[in-house]
Structure formats: structure tokens, C-alpha cells
């Protein structure tokens, strides 16, 4: 696949070289400018196959640059992928509008770049298969660019604190010091998650991630979070100082918040949303062993979501087995999640002064209409 990448910032450029190069993407050419971008397209001897854009930049900015060449016959049905710091709605929606693909966030996830770029080369096979076999469809053609993404992929999160790729997550892990401090960890995976896959477009899905990822950083916060999504509606969380808390306590918090939470992405699906639970006991010192139990309860976290059997119905099992005294830890649990009530137009309620006022403006009126000579007009039955 022959990929042109601009960003004016040369540092930015050098990343995506290596990130490229890693990938097994030799075909490249890397721009610091609009001008240089459009200077390499009209010298290529064959078109390009993907286009990286970078949004902010000097003189003409990515999404012109995006309008700009989808103008251009060649690159009509070309993925374009904006690269971009900003995470303003209205910017993206913007790119989107523009002929965008799909974008990336700055800095970096190489494996989220990696991901982008084989769902951008998979919809060049088809755009040319496509058009081999029939006249193109323009409609068909921006819903195909509108799913490039997956149900599988590990897309980053948006830029907002404590909400991190998944090797910043195991960067994290490493680091001796932040592994003496009291954590806990667990994972959560949305049930059912093909259906709202389903129940979603692809920007839709993307939001909803999102904004669950807030959610849980906003009901965990005071215990200092780090929450990764991994793909395929299944979220990491490891928090660093929880102190004394154990995880009875953290599950009630949790379980109890979160239920309560509206969801505004969701608001107009009709599925059921909820979501699995799985925690992890951290009676391991070494730092691998636990990065692998925290991956482990994904999984786990991920099978209970996709069946449904949660382990809080195992534990009532064991205590009518084992009797109510024996203590069982509950590792695992299901929270239903709440959708935001649709919004609703309620008409003001005139006061009676407004209504004094609204009179008097009347009169007013009629008599200022008499005086230059009008008369009212008279509706007979």
C-alpha cells in the first residue's frame, strides 16, 4: 500500500516513519507541508492508496487539504485518516464532513495507527474490487469509509486523564514504584456488545466507548485511575492508591455509581445494555504475573458478558451449597446501565405578569394603529 503522511511537525513525522516502517509499510512518502503533500500527488506516478493528515496546520489547514484533494478524481474513494491533537466535536465532525476516513489521536498508539491502516487498506481491495466489477456507488462508498471501523479494535481513548492507551497501561505496570503503592485492578465488558454493535453506526459505537470510559473515570477518580479499552467492548482498569479499601467496598461504590449514570449515547437504542465485572486479586508481587491476571480478567470479564452468567449468580450457588457463613469474595458482577430519558419540548407557562404586559403592548398598538387611521380587521361567521 503507497501512503503519503504530512504534519508540519517534523518530530510527529519521524514517529510515524518508525510506526510505519514497523508495520511492514515501506511505500511511503512523508510531507512537512500542504504544498509539499500536493506537490508529491501531482508528481506520483501511481496514485496513493492512503492519505495521513495531519489537522492543525499553517496555511492551509487538514481538512481543506482533505476537501482539496477529494476534488480530485483519483482520490475520490481514497481512505483519508486525519491525525489530530484536537478533540473538539465540531473539528472532526468537520473532517468527517470533508471526506475523512477516520482519524487517529496524537501522540501516537502504534497499535491503534496499525489497526487504522489495515481497516484503510482492506476498504482500498474492495473500492477496487468494486470498481473492476460495476460503476461505483458514491452512497455505498462513504458507508463502506463510515465502517471502517471494527468491533475488534483497540482504538485509543480520548486525550482526558486517566484514560490511556494499552502500553501506557503496561508502561505504568512496570514502574517498581507506582507497584509498591495499594492498587486494585478489574475489567469490564459490555454485554451483548454485538447487538449494540449492531444498534449503532461506527461513530455512534466510538462515542459510547468513549463515554463509558469517562464514566468509570469519574466514579473511580479519588483512587487515582488508569482505564484502557482493548476492543470488542472490553475495558482495563488498574487504580494505584486505593488505600485500604478492599474490593467488597470498591465493588459497592462502583456497582451503586455507575448504575445511576446516563448515558446520552445510547439514549435512542433499544437494546439492553449492562455490563460484566471481573476483579482480580492481587496476591502476586511479581509485576508480569499481573499484567497477564489484569489481560486474564478481560477474558474472563468478556465470556460472562457474551453468555450473560455472571458470578454473582455462581456465588448464591455456593452459599446454598456451602451454607450463608462461609465467606466467598465476589470477584464478579453485572451492573445495568441506565439510558438517558429522551428529551422533551415542555412549553413555558406564561405568567400573569407577562400576560399584564403582553395587553398593554396590545393596546398600545391599537391605538397607535387608530390614530395614523387604521381600522381592525372584522371577522364575520
Known sequence: MKILAVDDDFTALEILELALSAAGYDNFDLAQSPGEALAFIAEAETPYDCLLLDIVMPEMDGVALCRHVRQMPLYAHVPIIMITAVQHKDTLTSAIASGATDYVSK??????????????????????????????????ARAERASALQLPDAFSLESKPGLVSQA??????????????????????????????????????????????????????????????????????????????????????????????????????????????EHVRLSDPDDHLRINALFQAGTIARGNAAHRTTAECETDMRHQILGRDQQCVVTSYEIALMKAAPQKIIPRRISRGQQRASQVSEASADKRDAAVGKQPFLFER
Open 107 to 140: 501522540p501516537f498508539d502504534g497499535l491503534e495507527l496499525v489497526t487504522r491502516l489495515r481497516a484503510a487498506e482492506s476498504l482500498m481491495n474492495a473500492t477496487k474490487a468494486a470498481h473492476r466489477h460495476a460503476r461505483p456507488n458514491p452512497v455505498k
Open 168 to 277: 501506557d497501561l503496561v508502561c505504568e505496570f512496570m514502574e517498581t514504584d507506582q507497584l509498591r503503592r495499594s492498587m486494585h485492578m478489574f475489567s469490564v465488558a459490555v454485554s451483548d456488545v454485538e447487538r449494540l454493535w449492531d444498534a449503532l453506526t461506527a461513530t455512534e459505537f466510538r462515542a459510547f466507548v468513549n463515554e463509558l470510559a469517562n464514566s468509570i473515570y469519574h466514579v473511580t477518580a479519588a483512587w487515582n485511575p488508569r482505564i484502557s479499552y482493548t476492543g470488542h467492548g472490553v475495558f482495563l482498569v488498574a487504580l494505584f492508591d486505593v488505600g485500604f479499601i478492599s474490593a467488597k467496598g470498591i465493588h459497592s461504590v462502583f456497582k451503586a455509581s455507575l448504575a445511576t449514570t446516563a448515558f446520552q449515547t445510547v439514549a435512542a437504542c433499544r437494546a439492553e445494555i449492562a455490563l460484566c465485572v
